[in-house]
């Protein structure tokens, strides 16, 4: 379907109505979706660093059936060097995501917000009000136009 891209006055002045009616429950809607994701961000933020904090990192060494004590040291020294070195790189990796994915869920649950906001007060409305104003008070102009 092509829209039309002229319209009578009474088109016009009813498309603009049925804006302003959806304008406040739709801003509504929008503060409060926009405040679940901000919301539910902090929530999962929180629970991953704590799981990431909080994580035992046990690696069972295997040293055979019966090891002697410098076997023991030496496969606690190499395996206290592997993990250390693995930790590290899972930190960063870990801290990287945590910090791309948070960022981006909190910027958009931001701009949820302050759209619903602008719904919801209205800014950049003035001009469809004044001529909803315009056409509801003089009733000479909204039946004889055109």
Known sequence: MFMRLFLTDEQMINRIRRMQRYRRPLGVLVIVLGMAVLALSAYWINKTYNLCTQMPILYPINLG????????ARSLRQAATNLHQASH?????????????STVIMISG??????????????GNRKDKLLLKCWDGNPSISRNAG
């Open 65 to 72: 059936p019966h090891p002697t004590t410098k076997q023991i």
């Open 89 to 101: 790189a899972t930190q960063f990796y870990t801290g990287f995501a945590l910090g791309t994915f």
């Open 110 to 123: 931001y701009l949820l917000t302050v759209s619903g906001i602008t719904l919801l007060i209205g800014i």
